[in-house]
């Protein structure tokens, strides 16, 4: 059984919902629609949406915002940036950046789950310059080069 962590949670007015774990073995929160009426996105376009919340992060935290397979594969509605990344020290609203990859206009409705979030341990790592990295057996073959 994992251990819990706690995250703290603002709602920006009270008609906002908080994230939650649609099943018991969901790995991510669903974060929806913190908007007041309707929002079209046409095909191809760009448009942040916010969620309504702020969080605090603890410590050595950091939360990963994720479409849902569900908008992606029914609608073309995914994240411009594939995969968000929100960071300990943000205190900002959680906005997710929707993109409709459809030849559909999509109408998001206020409430709507958009995305998905994962809270995730980060390690951060000491830098060292050197002057050579060692070779490896793929060395620079670049995409794709592992299915030669």
């Known amino acids: 059984m994992n251990s819990k962590i706690r995250l703290k949670i603002e709602k920006l007015s009270n008609n906002r919902k908080l994230p ?6 969901a790995a991510g929160m669903d974060i929806t629609a913190g908007i007041e009426e309707p929002v079209k996105i046409m095909p191809f376009e760009r ?14 935290y950091e939360a990963q915002v994720r479409p849902r397979s569900g908008l992606s594969i029914k609608h073309g509605i995914t994240l411009v940036n594939c995969v968000g990344t929100v ?35 980060v390690q951060k790592v000491e830098i060292e310059e050197i002057e050579k990295v060692n070779p490896t057996a ?11």
């Not at 939650?20 to 073995?25: F, L, S």
């Not at 448009?47 to 050595?60: N, V």
């Not at 109408?107 to 341990?121: D, K, L, V």
């Not at 793929?138 to 030669?148: C, E, H, L, P, V």
């Open 20 to 25: 939650y774990y649609a099943t018991e073995g």
């Open 47 to 60: 448009k942040l949406i916010p969620s309504g919340i702020i969080i605090e992060l603890p410590e050595g």
């Open 87 to 121: 960071d300990e020290d943000y205190r900002g609203e959680i906005c997710v950046p929707i993109i409709n990859l459809s030849d559909t206009p999509y109408e998001i409705q206020p409430g709507e789950r958009i995305a998905q979030m994962i809270i995730s341990p």
């Open 138 to 148: 793929r060395a620079m073959g670049g995409f794709g080069s592992t299915g030669k």
